[in-house]
């Protein structure tokens, strides 16, 4: 059946998909209508086509199968229109002016003959034109909602898409769909791929393998490649788009001319080379650290009688006692505007850090202490007792758009940089390409800069292996701390994390305080037991929170995977209670246990974790009184907190993050949490935690390396337990390999370096 009427009120509007509970209003009754509506506002007259429900909660609803915007069909329906809003600037008592001057030809007038608007008291010429434009633009955005949805364009990308392309759409969507891939943020190949197959475009489109090849790149950049051997791109580009290499292989050289894609020659690793791809921003990503790296690499002039002086002074004065390898570091220190130092856990990097404090509090220098996260930041501020502050915090911050790569904009840059005369990043194994881009812009020639950490660790989560290619380049002054000092060898936590790292195998007795292995072969069984461990064990052990027991595995997928362990975990740890607020999988969560749907729920005091970095939610931490104390910007890739509270009615979750963080999700975002009783071990990086549950059974041998199973064991600050199969245990420390990363930071610090010296 048919119906029309005014739409008085929207209840409700999911802007994803655009359906809509309305309040319409027409000539014999007011009723509600649900349904899918691409485009609405307040005021808009409809013709509706459906048929009566019976809702059991709501009752009686009008069930919309289609509809048409039309124009208002008399005076009174326009001056609803006009006043409802819809029209920025037009309230109630100027819609009614309108129509009283033009009656029945009010839109009639506004479409033709915009001009006659000024004759109205209140409306001058200008606001005349923009009155018109507003309707004209609000008329053409209407029917683009409707043409793009034709397309399975949700709303708010058809809303992005308006915006970006205006009337050109109808042109790029028929032609080459794969443009919104590249202008638009948060629209990925597969999106528009989907659309051009709608339109029909050939498999073989030059638009579509021209988009499939920087799609290909941007999926390396996320398994930490910031390029890719020239086959390997090739060979994944095609499988991807199911078409010959060849067919991809003519493409590089028209995206290479137009410095969308650059190909440089790098090593292959056994004594020759071969031809590398990357994309713009990755390869002038590390050829801008290179050339910064070199600009700070600066000598100092440095008397070492002054300096044995001094660091006797600052031993006797403060109590610490440093060996050869750390006096070292901190003389380099002194006589280098650039420092690396590198040492596992137990070898006194900490110590060496506080001697540099110190060294430099005694010269009178300001000094900047960071670290890639929060918590590692924390741990930081506890063990230097100077504050420490996350990189993207000292930089500032700004929640800029994302629109340069999805990558954050800073206060602190090349134009305003930091004001310190010494910086000292901790965990640099976390960090990547592009946060070390940021940061070494924001640092002047004649700064200190000191970078620390363990190089045996796994790389950053993001593309690079910054600290490795440094390292490897050997073109900066590296101390390598290797000695295990009294306190820290008598944990067996830190000496087999040493033996794992030298390939030498470790005895697995349970004679230790701080190191168990629980033998067990049922995948089951190996989840019963993890669970009593978190649930029961390790919290009276360590005289820990539940909360604080982390379980760590090498795997998302498979019994002992993520998803499978955080179903498990959070039905016993995080039961369902009937006060306690819930929202079903399908708002985002990607983990959870079973709900109604099918899928997973998210409820109140689940442990959470931020799993991409989101440069514009905002957080802040606030007193008892609920009074915000302070405020920032910024919620990253690792950050873990716990559900506080989940508002159906605004939609949306709040979630505490470290030191009191507060952040509002709406639900539409919900997608960028997932459950965090059980994480992988990358996503572990530069946190510590007072235990740690590793289940260890089967997994795929270049995953499970002698790398991955260290960084996991070091995560631990009082006990590890692992739980499952020895001989794999056994087998990762053996395993030496590492998942290859394909880099070329090393080369081209080495290359622009010879560049320089030959110039002089």
Known sequence: MKLEGYVEHIIYRNTENGYSVINLVSEEEELTAVGIFPYLNEGEFLELEGDYTEHPMYGLQFQVQSYEAVAPKDALAME??????????VGAALAARIVRRFGSRTFEIMEREPERLSEIKGISDRKAREIAGQMEEKRDLREAMIFLQDYGISVNLAVKIYQQYGQEIYRIIKENPYRIADDISGVGFRTADEIARRVGIREDSDFRIRSGLLYTLLNASGEGHTCLPEPVLLHRTAALLGVPEESVERHLDSLSLDRKLIRKMLPDGQGGELPF??????????????????????????????????????????????????????????RHGLLILTGGPGTGKTTTINAMIRYFESENLDIFLAAPTGRAAKRMTEATGC?????????????????????AMFSRNDENPLEADVIIIDEMSMVDVYLMQALLKAIVPGTRLILVGDVNQLPSVGPGSILQDMIRSEAFPVVRLTKIFRQAAES???????????????????????????????????????????????????????????????????ALGVENLNRVLQRYLNPAEKDKAEIPFGHGISSGEEGENGKGVLR????????RNNYQLEWEVRNRYGIAIDKGLGVFNGDMGIVRAINSFAEEVTVEFD??????????????????????????????????????????????????????????RSCVTLVGDPRTFQAMVENGTEQKRYTGLCETIKSYISTQMSDL
């Open 387 to 407: 504050q420490a502050r996350t990189i993207h915090r000292m930089l500032e911050l700004t929640g800029g758009p994302e629109s340069v790569g999805g990558r």
């Open 604 to 611: 109140v005091g689940d442990k959470v974790m931020q799993i």
């Open 659 to 716: 030191e009191g963080r507060m952040v509002s999700y709406p639900f539409k975002q919900m997608d960028e949490l997932e459950l965090a009783y059980a994480i992988t071990v990358h996503k572990s990086q530069g946190s510590e935690y007072p235990a740690v549950v590793i289940p260890l059974l089967t997994g795929p041998r270049p995953l499970m390396n002698r790398n991955l199973l260290y960084t996991a064991v070091t995560r631990a």
């Open 277 to 334: 791809v990357y994309s713009a921003a990755s390869y002038y990503a590390e050829l801008s650290i290179a050339v910064m790296l070199y600009q700070l690499n600066l000598s100092i002039e440095a008397s070492d009688t002054e300096v044995r002086t001094r660091l006797a002074k600052i031993e006797k004065g403060s109590g610490i006692e440093l060996d050869g390898h750390q006096r070292e570091a901190v003389a380099e220190a002194m």
């Open 492 to 558: 067996d936590i830190i000496v087999n994390a040493h033996r794992i790292n030298r390939g030498e195998q470790v005895t697995l007795d349970n004679k230790s305080r701080d190191f168990f292995f629980l033998q067990r072969q049922d995948p089951n069984v190996i989840l019963r037991v993890v669970l009593a461990l978190v649930q029961e064990k390790m919290p009276r052990y360590v005289h820990a929170d539940i909360s604080d027991i982390q379980v760590l595995t090498p795997m998302r997928k498979g």
């Open 80 to 89: 609803r229109y006009l006043g409802s809003g819809a029209i920025k600037g």
